[in-house]
């Protein structure tokens, strides 16, 4: 899988490199616990600081899409395809609300109204 870093765009590095490891998970270009590059390797490969990949990737872990394990690496979570497909809900339905006017607990309170 072939990642690209757009320096010039005003999203985030973290961000545009998180979101193309989702898409690619989405996408089932990355399989269940396939192991990713280690983060020295592919900042490097990026030319972006190594700080950036790790955010990154914390950001794919805590949405229960990647698994790090100290001294074993990074690697795709299992159930991460259906992971991903929630966190593309939740982000549209943000992002919709929020064109709508809606602030953060005016949100909070429609999903919680759903559970």
Do not use: C, Y
Not at 87 to 114: D, F, H, P, T, W
Request: aromatic residues 2%.
């Amino acid at each position: 899988m072939l990642w690209k870093i757009d320096a010039q765009s005003p999203q985030p590095l973290h961000e545009q490199l998180a979101g193309q490891i989702r898409r690619g998970i989405a996408a089932r270009e990355l399989a269940e616990g396939e192991k990713l590059p280690p983060a020295r390797d592919l900042a490097k490969g990026l030319g972006v600081n190594m700080h950036t990949v790790l955010r990154a990737f914390q950001t794919l872990r805590d949405e229960g899409l990647l698994e790090v394990r100290r001294g074993r690496g990074t690697s795709v979570a299992r159930d991460a395809k259906s992971a991903a497909r929630h966190v593309e809900l939740a982000r549209s339905l943000v992002s919709e609300a929020r064109r709508a006017g809606l602030g953060n607990r005016e949100i909070l309170r429609l999903v919680e109204v759903q559970l």
